[in-house]
Antibody, heavy 121, light 106 residues
Framework: QVQLQQSGPGLVKPSQTLSLTCAISGDSVSSNSASWNWIRQSPSRGLEWLGK?????????EYAPSVKSRLTLNPDTSKNQFSLQLDSVTDEDTAVYYCVRLTGEGLLDIWGQGTPVTVSS | DIQMTQSPSSLSASVGDRVSITCRAS??????LNWFQQKPGKAPELLIY???SLQSGVPSRFSGSGSGTEFTLTISSLQVDDFGTYFC?????????FGQGTKVES
């Protein structure tokens, strides 16, 4: 049974960096069919895809244009996890952040439990 | 990006009611349309994929239909466990965008 377990702080100060980690069990971050995504949800922006990492003989990382200049996704094969790092956060980054598996068939089938993040001083 | 628009934004229904939710895409997504259910404080869960295929464990009272730009999620007889928020999502063109959600409440 595939599970995603998220960890990271729920409060970040403006202009600082938000860091979250998603630990994978029951699958591999180096899967040749799945990709590993971050999606956030807020009342103002709804469900917003942020980026994904996947391995197809080499690593590929893709980012949403809205956060591309501030976002870094990093897969860690030694720990079978992937992480999100969002720089220079503002209150518009306040949201619940989810890590999600996307299957080879294009289905967001496994979600982490979600991490509510508040940007506030 | 493809815009997904759901209607209504919310609806009030009773146990046993037939409920339908519409999702419209700003351009054709062929049959790459999925539905999610979300309960308060929980992550969304995949309910239906590629328009009408039920995810494992989903009751048969849920069904999906449509093609191209217009899609419908139907609950044939609403149960207590079905109250929550429903989202459509297109997986045709990156980024895979979501509708704004339809809240089903009593």
């Amino acid at each position: 049974q595939v599970q995603l377990q998220q960890s990271g702080p729920g409060l970040v100060k403006p202009s600082q960096t938000l860091s979250l980690t998603c630990a994978i069990s029951g699958d591999s971050v180096s899967s040749n069919s799945a990709s590993w995504n971050w999606i956030r949800q807020s009342p103002s922006r709804g469900l917003e895809w942020l980026g994904k990492a996947y391995y197809r003989s080499k690593w590929y990382i893709e980012y949403a244009p809205s956060v591309k200049s501030r976002l870094t996704l990093n897969p860690d094969t030694s720990k079978n996890q992937f992480s999100l790092q969002l720089d220079s956060v503002t209150d518009e980054d306040t949201a619940v952040y989810y890590c999600v598996r996307l299957t080879g068939e294009g289905l967001l089938d496994i979600w982490g439990q979600g991490t509510p993040v508040t940007v506030s001083s | 990006d493809i815009q997904m628009t759901q209607s209504p934004s919310s609806l009030s229904a009773s146990v046993g009611d037939r409920v339908s939710i519409t999702c419209r895409a700003s351009q054709s997504v062929s049959n790459h349309l999925n539905w999610f259910q979300q309960k308060p404080g929980k992550a969304p869960e995949l309910l239906i994929y590629t328009v009408s295929s039920l995810q494992s464990g989903v009751p048969s009272r849920f069904s999906g239909s449509g093609s191209g730009t217009e899609f419908t999620l139907t609950i044939s007889s609403l149960q207590v466990d079905d109250f929550g928020t429903y989202f459509c999502q297109q997986s045709h063109t990156a980024p895979h965008t979501f509708g704004q959600g339809t809240k089903v409440e009593s």
